[in-house]
């Protein structure tokens, strides 16, 4: 590739036109596509400029705020910084064993209407091994459905 | 005991590594075999070394010794023994040294089966491969220790990572990615061997070089395959690519592979793009370790990412040594790689492999940028930001398109220059094959142009490269009255590197409709039901029999079983699990899929009501998904097809042939 061209200039010339376009391209692409992760309280101090654009919000689901439908599928929470907060609606199940407290990640659009559209959502998993808590065992947690051994 | 053992073999073979890194050139320069075999057997040497260290740690695990650091890490006396051998690659530290042992193992093959060819290329080769393992050497020694002391020593320890030991698939997967990830090592080592030894102006180093590429291609290119698979059938998404950088880091350095099998084409033939692929194999290389970088360093978090640590310090030096080391030699050589063919037409095979080059090579920057991006955003303004998926779909999707239009002329077309005869009789016939494809996806409702580009192009390749085969097959059968399951035989057995590289192209073809269908008409619905109670996608029922619970060995399951209805009577049932392993509070999910030849059922249980009254379910149909694995068994068996050693004896007795029909093979179209 480098042998051929270089002998002729308007081969360069077309090579540069090329990369350029290549690089304008790759430019164009990235500024439209590339989404912010924020916390509640950045997002809310974004304002308007946050606003019906992708955002990937990230923060502790708020104790006490989740509403799930299970007919309509419709999830609503609220995820938290500590200090900002903002109401999360979503459609589909959420992830099994989707708790008070976890740390979660939704990516999705921040509505002028003050509601955050998602349409991802992920559990923020944490490496640590930790042994499970008495009744947080499945066993313990699904007795009805998990006989254990023995019953 | 066992601890002991393995970290001194360990000492040991960094030892060996300089010792045998340094015998090369002292050996080359002084013309003494005898001490050209002692570099060789450090070369050997160092695979029983890393052999022992390996089996040492396959015993830790299966004995349960706790008093290791790595089994403490990621063993427990609940895992199946299966899962327990296979954590080997399950955390960082093992993972190296399983790297460690596939590229000792390879550089003993290299050496041994090149250690009789004449000239310095085979010593410095093995000079570099020996600098490579000295890397990961250090690496076990140092940051990435698996066999550190414990103490006190732990009665039991967590387990794998439940994603990693939840599907059968993770003994496969990694094997082969190692195996085509390090495999990358040989033909950088080749360019080594090449540039020092003063091969490079010949192209011979390029024959001896494509021939280990394409070995490492064909698993580098079933391991992301089977990485996939594994997200498919894991993952509980219904999705096997997301363009996440654990997938393009493994994608990244298999573009600019398949960009060099390619190009070396052009060097063999034409003695052109010299620099270019030297180039191409050293950018491999460093793609790979970059790959590795991003993936074992803990810089992007996901089920690859195993800790943060130093070692990420460790691998950025290497990159860098690397880098400089070899482009300076490779700038060193560029004068001395003049090419001596050049391109007569437009229409010829080597113009469009150079526009193959050029889209792979462009392909390769996207996704690079793309990756490289947020760290660099991150490191340089402290924004936390993502690329989305759509800037690789908005980038990607034309160059797929055009690439796979290539795949199909390329084969079409003639070395050198083609008539314009040649052109209409080659190039026309598939049009039908673009026509009826695209018809076919525009009646099953695509309308996204790249969807019916994807269709079109492949019906267009696909007729293409078939008609290779048929012609061929066809002259054979005219000119010596073969039947045509020998002529076919004969013809792929005659010239297996053309024919096994359109067999691989055939691979592709089927991976790209699979991915095509399954992206264009994928049909989902999520409900809750309660047993009884059913949900349709596509024209196909589950009707939800009950939710149950169970305790396995090392973990608890909760699970639905849903009969697969079909005209009014059960076909079948399914059973979508969520698997609760006692590292993690979150269940693993663990969905069902039903494969026919034209698509699956994919059914993920979402969430259940804690006394089994109900559950919620998502239903996907997945139309073609099947295709893919399919298509990834077929370019596997294209590169098998092109690498299998030629027995001596045939591949005289092919050469006598060739040289005695002069007459038959030109206007059969028998040339490579």
């Not at chain 2, 298999?254 to 099998?261: F, G, K, N, S």
Request: aromatic share 12%; with cysteine; glycine share 10%.
């Amino acid at each position: 590739m480098h042998e051929f061209p270089a002998r002729r200039p308007w081969a360069l010339l077309a090579a540069a036109v090329l990369v350029a376009t290549f690089a304008w391209l790759i430019y164009g692409g990235l500024n439209k596509n590339v989404v912010f992760f924020l916390t509640p309280n950045e997002l809310l101090a974004k304002g308007v400029s946050a606003m019906d654009v992708p955002v990937r919000l990230g923060g502790q689901v708020k104790p006490g705020s989740v509403k799930w439908d299970e007919k309509t599928l419709k999830l609503v929470f609220s995820v938290t910084d500590g200090t900002g907060e903002v109401a999360v609606q979503s459609r589909g199940a959420p992830p099994q064993m989707f708790r008070d407290g976890m740390g979660v990640v939704v990516e999705g659009r921040f509505g002028r209407d003050g509601v955050f559209q998602s349409t991802s959502l992920m559990v923020k998993h944490s490496n640590e091994y930790r042994a499970p808590k008495a009744g947080e065992r499945p066993q313990e947690m699904y007795k009805t459905l998990i006989k254990g051994p023995g019953a | 005991m066992i601890r002991l053992v393995a970290r001194d073999a360990l000492l040991i073979s960094l030892a060996v590594l300089v010792l045998g890194a340094i015998m090369v050139p002292v050996a080359v320069r002084r013309q003494r075999r005898d001490w050209l075999d002692v570099a060789y057997a450090a070369v050997y040497t160092n695979f029983l070394l890393v052999t022992v260290a390996a089996v040492a740690m396959v015993i830790a695990l299966v004995t349960h010794d706790f008093s290791v650091s790595y089994v403490a890490q990621v063993g427990s006396r609940a895992t199946p023994l299966f899962y327990t051998v296979i954590s080997l690659w399950g955390a960082l530290e093992g993972s190296i040294l399983f790297w460690a042992w596939v590229l000792a193992l390879y550089s003993a093959a290299v050496v041994w089966i090149n250690r009789n060819r004449p000239g310095n290329l085979v010593p410095y080769a093995a000079s570099a491969l020996l600098a490579v393992s000295f890397f990961f050497a250090v690496l076990l020694v140092g940051p990435a220790n698996p066999f550190l002391a414990v103490s006190p020593v732990p009665l039991d320890g967590p387990g794998p990572n439940p994603l990693l030991q939840n599907h059968i698939l993770m003994a496969v997967h990694p094997p082969l990615l190692y195996l085509g990830y390090v495999g990358m090592s040989v033909p950088f080592a080749f360019a080594i061997g090449a540039m020092l030894s003063g091969e490079v102006t010949s192209d011979d180093w390029v024959r001896l070089t494509r021939r280990w590429t394409l070995v490492s291609w064909g698993f580098l290119s079933a391991a992301i395959i089977a990485g996939m698979w594994w997200s498919y059938e894991v993952l509980g998404w219904g999705g096997y690519w997301a363009w996440d950088p654990v997938e393009n880091a493994s994608f990244i350095p298999w573009l600019t592979a398949t960009a060099y099998l390619h190009s070396a084409m052009v060097q063999e033939r034409r003695g052109m793009l010299r620099l270019w692929n030297l180039n191409l194999v050293v950018g491999t290389f460093v793609l790979t370790i970059l790959g590795t970088f991003l993936t074992r360093s803990g810089i992007i978090s996901s089920v690859h990412a195993f800790t943060t640590g130093t070692i990420g310090y460790f691998f950025l030096a290497f990159i860098a040594l690397v880098l400089v080391s070899a482009l300076a030699m490779v700038a060193g050589n560029s004068d001395r790689l003049r090419t001596t063919g050049r391109f007569d037409a437009v229409a010829s095979r080597e113009t469009v492999i150079l526009f193959n080059n050029l889209f792979l090579t462009a392909f390769m920057f996207t996704v690079l940028v793309g990756t490289l991006f947020p760290l660099v955003a991150e490191y340089v303004r402290g924004v936390k930001v993502s690329v989305g998926e759509p800037f690789f779909n908005m980038m990607s999707l034309p160059m797929i398109v055009a690439l796979l239009f290539l795949m199909g002329v390329g084969p079409a077309l003639p070395w050198k220059s083609a008539t314009a005869e040649e052109v209409k009789r080659k190039l026309l016939p598939p049009t039908i094959g673009a026509g009826v494809l695209a018809a076919v996806a525009w009646i099953a409702g695509a309308r996204n142009v790249y969807a019916v580009l994807a269709f079109a192009f492949v019906g267009y390749s696909a007729t293409a490269n078939l008609r290779e085969f048929w012609i061929g097959a066809r002259a054979r059968h005219m000119a010596h009255g073969e039947a045509w399951g020998t002529a076919l035989a004969r013809l792929v057995g005659g010239n297996r590197r053309r024919y096994g590289g359109y067999v691989a192209h055939l691979g592709v073809f089927l991976v790209a409709l699979g991915v095509a269908a399954s992206q264009t008409f994928r049909s989902e619905r999520e409900g809750t039901l309660t047993p009884g109670e059913s949900l349709t996608v596509a024209g196909r029922t589950v009707r939800l029999k009950e939710v149950w619970g169970r305790t396995e060995r090392q973990r608890d399951v909760i699970g639905a079983t849903l009969e697969v209805m079909s005209g009014g009577r059960a076909r079948g049932t399914v059973e979508p699990r969520m698997n609760f392993y006692p590292t993690s509070r979150e269940p693993v999910p663990t969905p069902a899929v039903r494969s026919a030849f034209f698509g699956d059922l994919y059914v993920s249980l979402m969430a259940f009501r804690p006394d089994g009254g109900s559950a919620t379910v998502k239903v996907i149909y997945e139309p073609l998904v099947p295709w893919i694995w399919m298509g990834g068994g077929v370019v596997v068996l294209g590169a098998l097809i092109c690498v299998f050693p030629v027995a001596k004896r045939a591949e005289a007795v092919a050469r006598s042939r060739a040289a005695g029909q002069v007459v038959a093979p030109r206007p059969l179209e028998g040339e490579a």
